[in-house]
């Protein structure tokens, strides 16, 4: 089963108004800083999760209808 941790999702809404107070507006971090580098260091199943996670991550920004 799924569960949300509301700690963790305060914690980070926190921080992100913590960023956007400091430096006057919201600054996205590079995606390099996120994606893999070195994938040699990784197991085929944390490759396999990662590629995973991400294609669902970006999947499910998309609109259900394709007109927006």
């Not at 569960?3 to 999702?9: L, M």
């Amino acid at each position: 089963s799924v569960t949300v941790n509301q700690a963790k999702i305060d914690e980070f809404i926190q921080e992100m108004d913590a960023k956007v107070a400091e430096s006057g507006a919201f600054v996205f971090d590079k995606w390099s800083d996120w994606h893999l580098r070195d994938i040699g260091k990784y197991t085929v199943e944390q490759l396999t999760a990662y590629v995973f996670v991400t294609d669902a991550m970006n999947f499910c920004f998309w609109p259900d209808n394709p007109s927006g």
